[in-house]
């Protein structure tokens, strides 16, 4: 790197806002170092003294190139094949995208025109080339060319290595297996592909015969391989070992936490161990922390606008108790989140309490349940409150001292954010007074209730339309016998796994309680007098939302006969 392009990236950094970090620290920084490199840009991204979008973007401008995150940016297959596998780790560099024959390269030193020269000898493609991070490059390469094949692949290595151990495992082989680095990589690549996939969870089971790998994505669980079952055993050491749980215990379910670093960011794993008949299943949540995962805001959850609307009142108002309801994996937490994202401003003080904290909130305060010190939602949610917080979030209401404490929160002056486990939204009411909170009280404290389910969405990239047969009309609609009414599917193509449906969309419906409600729920009323109650004030089923996606062309018909029950809804 030139001196002069180093100053130009001190002048930035020193000049442009958001603040940078004071003079003297960076002479300090600079002081052990041969001028400014990009090891320079990587020591103030890991001390915190500066964004790393801002700081990449400053030093690609310094060297006249764009900056490219190749963690989160969307990498083609056919660009990927350009450049071979040995060359992309080698030269440390991605293959991005295609466009009128020129491939757009993601870079550690895009200023390096000689290597620009060689890849465009190896590739025979005009390069146009773009800045990276070295160790973001390093981590996008093994994410992006893990395939099934190379998982198979590393677990042959394994076996092939460590054959005669496998054949005749003890607790102490399984400890000294488990260190060794070629179940490290069999486990790295699982990883790796499963966050390739989008996965939200990844299954490792034993069979009678062999053991195979389930990867949860969309909401739908998919087979990726099957291989030797002497090989699991080691590979649940190896799990066992990073989440801190003891290796010898097999008898009984464990569970744990281990984190990875992906680039300048990190992926956190909820692990779970289950004996079977045959040995430990496990199942690996990925619950990737904000810088993966993109926090929505509400205008991008696809609410339909009766349902936003109201639901935005309901989240502006300055005490109550507000519950998202759904089973487990519906989205509940995205759409408190958003909610709080939405409200989140200088006057407000918001408090949350979680099971796991799973994305971080500037300016929220966020605390984390622990079960192993007996540190439980109720504990929690007392303390805060004496906090004075306007907002709190509380993950889950489990039991009847967290109930009645989130009760007594909403009518002593706070907006209290809750998820509860019931089918549909007014069933929620039914289930406070089940907890044991007493129908005076929950008639003036809840305020709303939000129920939700999530469908797979039709791929964008094969979706086609097609004509609903008659009994499929008159089965979900009123009067629509003889109409003309269009619905859509996806064909199946390279960018969806050939299943036709790629990322998901959700379907709401939403009781905003009414006076006439709160006289009913006091009166302990049962479910079809609050559902006739919620009708006056605009309250339609989970199923006529779902059934609006469809005619949208977001979700197919079949999605949500799977997720929700058969109605007259249109």
Not at 219 to 246: C, D
Not at 541 to 548: F, I
Request: negative net charge; glycine residues 6%.
């Amino acid at each position: 790197m030139r001196v002069e392009k180093n100053k130009k990236f001190l002048d930035l950094l020193l000049r442009e806002s958001p603040p940078s970090p004071p003079e003297e620290e960076i002479n300090q920084i600079l002081s052990s170092r041969d001028g400014v490199s990009l090891d320079t840009v990587q020591v103030l991204i890991d001390r915190g003294f500066v964004e790393k979008e801002f700081v990449c973007r400053l030093w690609g401008k310094s060297i006249g190139y764009a900056y490219v995150d190749p963690i989160v940016s969307i990498i083609t297959p056919e660009a990927l094949a350009i450049v071979p596998l040995e060359i992309a780790r080698k030269a440390q560099v991605i293959g991005l995208y295609l466009i009128d024959s020129t491939l757009t390269v993601g870079m550690a030193h895009p200023e390096d025109s000689k290597l620009v020269e060689r890849l465009e000898k190896i590739t025979k493609t005009k390069i146009s080339p773009v800045f990276a991070l070295p160790c973001e490059l390093d981590d996008a390469i093994e994410i992006h060319y893990t395939t099934e094949q190379s998982i198979a692949e590393s677990i042959g290595e394994f076996e092939k290595e460590e054959g005669n151990l496998l054949e005749r495992l003890t607790q102490e082989d399984l400890t000294t297996l488990s260190a060794s680095e070629s179940l490290s990589k069999v486990v790295d690549a699982l990883i790796y592909f499963a966050i390739k996939q989008g996965a939200s969870d990844i299954h490792l089971e034993w069979g009678e015969i062999d053991a195979g790998v389930r990867l949860r994505i969309d909401g739908r669980l998919h087979e990726i391989l099957r291989f030797s079952k002497s090989v699991l055993p080691a590979i649940v050491s190896r799990l066992k070992i990073l989440t801190k749980v003891h290796i010898s215990e097999s008898r009984f379910p464990q569970d744990g936490r281990f984190s990875l670093s992906v680039g300048t960011n990190k992926a956190d794993f909820r692990v779970s161990f289950i004996p079977t008949i045959y040995g430990n299943n496990v199942v690996m949540r990925i619950l990737p922390t904000t810088s993966n995962r993109q926090m929505l805001t509400l205008d991008k959850l696809f609410m339909s606008q009766d349902i936003v609307k109201p639901f935005r009142r309901l989240i502006a108002s300055p005490n109550g108790i507000l519950f998202v309801t759904g089973p487990t994996g519906s989205g509940k937490t995205t759409t408190l989140y958003s909610a709080l994202k939405e409200i989140n401003t200088p006057d407000k003080k918001i408090s949350t309490i979680e099971d796991p904290v799973e994305v971080r909130m500037a300016g929220v305060s966020q605390s984390q349940v622990n079960s192993f010190i007996d540190l439980k939602f109720s504990h929690l949610l007392r303390s805060i409150l004496r906090q004075d917080p306007d907002v709190v979030l509380v993950g889950e209401i489990r039991d009847f001292e967290t109930a009645k404490i989130a009760t007594e929160a909403a009518l002593t002056g706070h907006l209290v954010l809750s998820t509860l486990h019931t089918n549909t939204a007014t069933q929620a009411i039914v289930r406070l007074i089940e907890i044991g909170i007493e129908p005076y009280v929950v008639a003036p404290s809840i305020i709303g209730v939000l129920a939700q389910r999530l469908a797979t969405r039709i791929c964008d990239f094969c979706k086609e339309s097609y004509q609903p047969s008659q009994e499929t009309l008159r089965r979900h609609f009123y009067d629509a016998a003889g109409q003309d009414v269009t619905f859509y599917r996806g064909a199946g193509c390279p960018n969806c796994r050939n299943q036709g449906y790629k990322g998901r969309v959700a379907f709401h419906e939403l009781v905003v309680v009414s006076e006439e409600m709160r006289s009913l729920i006091s009166q302990n009323a049962g479910l079809q007098e609050l559902n006739e109650s919620a009708q006056k004030t605009g309250y339609r089923s989970l199923r006529y939302d779902g059934l609006l996606k469809v005619l949208l062309g977001l979700t197919s018909i079949e999605e949500i006969e799977k997720h929700s029950s058969i109605e007259w809804s249109l």
